[in-house]
């Protein structure tokens, strides 16, 4: 008898094992998962460096969910709705102004706490190819 259990203790570890690889590649967003990180050219892909070593992705996610600032993923080309009520459509001229002068467009909800940056204009526009590129369909 507990021969058998045994042998039922272990068939049950080897599908906890499986379920188990299962998730984490699904998690990972390896094959099993349900979405995948975008191929990002060479300008966009050196704007996703630039927010991380400038400290933008500390507020600013790059995978859905808000945080102390909006998500960049999907902002490109949605609706944005500004703390005076005005909406403005995301495009490359509202993110490029946003990103230099953070004060001049508040965004509804959130407080202006992005710092005035010494960014150049080649690097806003790394930024912005980025944050393009996080919604390709829009793009």
Same mark, same amino acid.
């Given at each position: 008898?507990?021969?058998?259990?045994?042998?039922?203790?272990?068939?049950?570890?080897?599908?906890?094992?499986?379920?188990?690889?299962?998730?984490?590649?699904?998690?990972?967003?390896?094959?099993?998962?349900?979405?995948?990180?975008?191929?990002?050219?060479? #300008?966009?892909?050196?704007?996703?460096?630039? *927010?991380?070593?400038? &400290?933008?992705?500390?507020?600013?996610?790059?995978?859905?969910? %808000?945080?102390?600032?909006? #998500?960049?993923? &999907? !902002?490109?080309? $949605?609706?944005?709705? !500004?703390?005076?009520?005005?909406?403005?459509?995301?495009?490359? *001229?509202?993110? #490029?102004? $946003?990103?230099?002068?953070?004060?001049?467009?508040?965004?509804?909800?959130?407080?202006?706490?992005?710092?005035?940056?010494? !960014? #150049? %204009?080649?690097?806003?526009?790394?930024?912005? *190819?980025?944050?393009?590129?996080?919604?390709?369909?829009?793009?």
């Amino acid at each position: 008898m507990q021969r058998r259990d045994r042998g039922t203790v272990r068939g049950w570890a080897g599908v906890g094992a499986v379920v188990f690889v299962a998730l984490l590649v699904a998690c990972s967003g390896g094959s099993g998962g349900s979405e995948t990180a975008p191929v990002l050219s060479a #300008t966009a892909e050196a704007g996703k460096q630039l *927010a991380v070593n400038k &400290g933008c992705a500390s507020c600013h996610v790059f995978y859905g969910r %808000d945080a102390a600032g909006p #998500t960049w993923k &999907g !902002l490109y080309g $949605s609706k944005v709705t !500004l703390a005076d009520d005005t909406v403005v459509v995301a495009d490359e *001229a509202y993110l #490029t102004k $946003s990103i230099k002068d953070p004060w001049s467009q508040k965004v509804k909800g959130y407080g202006t706490i992005m710092p005035r940056n010494k !960014l #150049t %204009d080649a690097e806003v526009a790394q930024i912005v *190819a980025y944050i393009k590129e996080l919604n390709p369909a829009k793009g």
